[in-house]
């Protein structure tokens, strides 16, 4: 199989996944050591999340590279299936890193007092900054590249940037207020807070994922808007065909397949059987953007 060169967009969004995960490995270890070494949960737990996910990005990479370069073309839907579950990945990896977090949080919470070092929590705080900047800079390159793209992948990593951008600047408050206060119990609060923000947050954004990416995988009827606008096409050429046999939709990631079964007379010549079933499937393309639309004509008995 050759594959297929691709364009300055595609390369665009390759790039920006692979220079936000490039980021990601450049700090993450260094926000690990300092969780660690600090004695900070919110810094561990960021870098828990962090650290988990640059095997999904990687994963994700890779499959966005394949797609673009046409080497999975053996799906006759499309790939929105599988950019669908490079989603659901992304949001179980989440939902488990926050679990891991909240019950590290629940566990400080119930010991009351925190036992990190000031030292080491003026370097969580000073690596979180860092953190916070690299952050927003992958931030605004995937926004930059995501960009009219209808690609779940970049969707997915777009919501996921959003989250680590986010739970990094509330992440950079409470290690800041950790690292000034002077009482183990404010300093053992402001480290619980952080801890469960960061986890609470990622499970809004995992939540969002799986409630998006389990509809499509689960072959879920279409909106009513989209079978109205189907059906309204129908309609308008209701003199052009003799029964309306069949309709069958489905969507792969953000495309919609639509097969409808018309009957024509038997007698109707092949050329006038296309021009009508052409402009029908003209019109419902037209109504809803970016649908495949498959029109299987039959002769009436």
Not at 63 to 81: P, T
Not at 100 to 106: D, E, K, L, S, T
Not at 112 to 120: I, R
């Amino acid at each position: 199989m050759v594959a297929r060169a691709i364009g300055p967009q595609e390369r665009q969004r390759e790039r920006s996944i692979l220079f936000g995960l490039t980021l990601d490995l450049m700090i993450g270890v260094p926000v690990l050591l300092a969780g660690i070494v600090g004695g900070s949960l919110t810094s561990l737990a960021e870098a828990v999340r962090g650290l988990l996910m640059i095997a999904i990005e990687a994963y994700s990479l890779v499959v966005l590279r394949r797609i673009h370069r046409g080497q999975l073309v053996d799906f006759e839907f499309g790939v929105g299936k599988l950019e669908q579950m490079c989603n659901l990945i992304i949001a179980a990896a989440m939902v488990g890193g926050a679990l891991w977090i909240a019950q590290g949080a629940v566990a400080l919470m119930i010991e009351g007092q925190s036992h990190a070092s000031p030292f080491g929590l003026a370097m969580a705080a000073c690596i979180g900054a860092v953190n916070s900047f690299l952050n927003f800079v992958a931030w605004a390159r995937v926004h930059e590249a995501a960009k009219g793209s209808r690609s779940v992948i970049m969707q997915a990593q777009l919501r996921a940037r959003v989250a680590k951008l986010v739970s990094s600047l509330f992440v950079q408050v409470a290690l800041t207020i950790s690292a000034v206060a002077s009482d183990p119990v404010i300093v053992a609060c402001s480290d619980v807070t952080g801890a469960l923000f960061v986890s609470g947050f990622i499970l809004v954004i995992a939540a969002r994922m799986f409630r998006a990416g389990m509809a499509d995988m689960l072959d879920r009827a279409v909106d009513e808007a989209a079978q109205f606008l189907i059906l309204r096409a129908l309609i308008h050429h209701f003199d052009s065909y003799g029964s309306l046999d069949q309709i069958r939709t489905r969507r792969s990631g953000e495309r919609l397949f639509v097969e409808i079964t018309l009957g024509f007379e038997p007698d109707l010549p092949i050329a006038e059987v296309d021009r009508r079933t052409s402009a029908i499937r003209q019109m419902i393309m037209q109504e809803i953007a970016g649908t495949d639309v498959s029109i299987v004509a039959r002769a009436l008995a």
